[in-house]
């Protein structure tokens, strides 16, 4: 079946440093791939996504490629910043998801930046 | 868009009383998924709906919790009789497919359960 498995944390880093929190993932057919943030005390929110191979998602400084020979999808950010903390879950929906609208979920990762 | 929206944010109850959280999903879209957040066990699919059906309650702990869709713009999770274990962050999120096919879920701000 589909899986999902994301770099354990929890992360930290000084303000500025480069960040890449690993993902990788076993699906059949082309699933979408989704980074989700959940900063503390708020529900998680869509920070970039990619829907077919060699797409790459981008925001907020954030970024990811999809990368269909290595099935990963690993998310980078050249210089975090403090309000970066928070934790990030790798997600992915199936092949044409048509009905079946469920998410594959990693753990997340929890990343704090230090000023 | 007012986005999803749960009630109450925070409950706090006592052992063996029933808790009844609630959402509303964004307007249009037709699947809404129940979550689960512990530190534990992370983030957990309790029970998803298709147009107002639900599709897939493996992840419902069990018979003492429960989840209706009555229309396309509610749906209640309720939990009784509760216990201490219960005690988790529950999020409410919908999505549609709409016109261009892509999977996006939208999540409330959650529910904040303590059952002492």
């Known amino acids: 079946g589909n899986s999902v498995t994301q770099m354990e944390g929890p992360v930290t880093l000084s303000e500025e440093a480069f960040l890449t929190i690993n993902c990788t993932y076993t699906?059949?057919?082309?699933?979408?791939l989704f980074w989700y943030v959940q900063y503390p005390g708020e529900g998680l929110q869509l920070l970039l996504k990619a829907t077919k191979a060699d797409d790459k998602g981008s925001n907020k400084g954030f970024e990811a490629t999809y990368r269909k020979e290595t099935t990963s999808f690993h998310l980078e950010k050249g210089s975090v910043q403090v309000s970066d903390s928070a934790v990030y879950f790798c997600a992915l929906s199936g092949h044409r998801a048509g009905n079946n609208r469920k998410l594959i979920w990693g753990l997340g990762t929890s990343l704090a930046v230090n000023p | 868009d007012a986005g999803v929206i749960q009630s109450p944010r925070h409950e706090v109850t006592e052992m063996g009383q029933e808790v009844t959280l609630r959402c509303k999903p964004i307007s249009g879209h037709n699947s809404l998924f129940w979550y689960r957040q512990t530190m534990m066990r992370g983030l957990e699919l309790l029970i998803y709906f298709n147009n107002n059906v639900p599709i897939d309650d493996s992840g419902m702990p069990e018979d003492r919790f429960s989840a209706k869709m009555p229309n396309a713009s509610f749906s209640t999770l309720k939990i009784q009789p509760s216990e201490p274990r219960d005690s988790a962050v529950y999020f409410c999120?919908?999505?549609?497919?709409?016109?261009?096919?892509?999977?996006?879920?939208?999540f409330g701000a959650g529910t904040r359960l303590s059952v002492l």
């Open positions: 699906a059949t057919g082309y699933p979408s």
């Open positions: 999120a919908s999505s549609s497919l709409g016109t261009t096919g892509e999977n996006i879920q939208y």
